[in-house]
């Protein structure tokens, strides 16, 4: 018991990172529906009211992928920098 409930009575609350939402149930009756009813945007799939997961358009999944890659070339580069050795400066023609 912590204060005046029981531990296994606590609702817990689930941060949803996404404007729409739909149930496991329902993306299986309808999945191009159910990615459709985004907008473009990513769906939170529920299960029994918990984020299970995300249904992202293949669009947004490529994009963000590319940031990610991105990031760690950025981090990789950065990482390199501080051997203290000077860059070398090209051009995009010369790679």
């Known amino acids: ?22 149930s496991i149930s329902e ?4 999945p191009m ?8 945007f990513a ?5 029994r009211n918990e984020p299970a997961f995300y249904c992202v358009p293949a669009k947004n999944y490529e994009a963000m992928m590319d940031r990610l890659e ?4 950025n981090a990789l580069a950065d990482a390199r920098l501080v051997d203290g050795l000077a860059p070398i ?3 995009l023609d010369e790679l």
């Open 1 to 22: 018991m912590i204060g005046a409930f029981n531990v296994t009575e606590m609702v817990m609350a689930h941060v949803v990172l996404a404007e729409v939402t739909a």
């Open 27 to 30: 993306l299986k009756k309808n």
């Open 33 to 40: 529906g159910t990615v459709a009813a985004g907008e473009g």
């Open 43 to 47: 769906v939170a799939i529920l299960n």
């Open 70 to 73: 991105d990031q760690a070339l």
């Open 89 to 91: 400066m090209v051009s």
